[in-house]
Every structure is written in C-alpha cells, then in structure tokens.
C-alpha cells in the first residue's frame, strides 16, 4: 500500500495565498492597533503576552517560545506590563532561579476589554462569510498550524 503525497499547489495559487494573508494581516492590524493604542493604551504584543500568560504559562522563557519572539523582545514587554500594574513577577516556589509571573486584577481587566475591542473588529469582517464558510476557513487555518499549537 502506498502513502498518498499531499497534493502540490501552483505557485501562483501560493503566491495569492500568501499575498492574502499578508494583506489582511495588515489591514487588520491598522484597523486594531490604533484602537487599542487610543481607547487602552496597548498594543497587540502585549495583549498576546498577558493572553500566554492567562493560559498558563508563567515562566518568560516559555512565553518567548509559544509566541515565537526573542527573549530579550520578550523581557523588555514583561518591564512594561510589570511597571503599568499587569502582571507580577515572583521568584517561583520550586526554583528560586526562575520568575514565575502572574496576571494582577488590572491585567485581567486588560485582556477583557482588549478582547471586546478586537471582537468587535474582526467580528464586523466576518460578516461576510456565512457559518459554514468561516467553519471551513477556520478548519483550513487550524491544519496550517504547526502540530501542538493551541487551537
């Protein structure tokens, strides 16, 4: 028996898809960065930061590596969040090297009313998909994912 080879894609074909993506990607981004920076005084990078750290991962060294960023990028957001009242950092219980962070009350907020903000946008979007075709556009982004990542 033999394992079917997934199918390849025209370079054109690619080539739109990734000149897609790049566009809403950035249009997206136009949209909620000033939002955010105007209505909450943040950005994207700290709200993907205090979002880690709500899911549970509580050291900076994994924070860097679920979000794909250098840890020094990483460290200089954590000051930031640290010294606006977000998050706070302890030396852990189990292992007095490492720094175990945690969400404050404020950063919870935070995330709640980033969340309703972006909502709002790219809801406002993706009212012109019907279910069935956001269901399918979703399938096909979680499969581009890297195996292991979070849905």
Known sequence: MTTAL???H???DVSRFLTVMWRFNRSLAQEIEPLLQQELDTD???????KTIQSGLHYPKLVAQELMMPTTLVSRYLDDLSKRGL???????QDSRRIHLSLT???TALIH???STVHAQVSSRL????PDQLRTLNEA???LTPEGSPA
């Open 6 to 8: 997934p199918p390849t």
């Open 10 to 12: 025209d370079t054109e």
């Open 44 to 50: 994207p990078r700290s709200f993907m930061l205090l």
């Open 87 to 93: 998050i706070e950092r302890h030396i852990d219980e």
């Open 105 to 107: 009350p404020a950063g």
């Open 113 to 115: 009313d980033i969340e």
């Open 127 to 130: 009212t012109r998909l019907t």
């Open 141 to 143: 982004m979680t499969a």
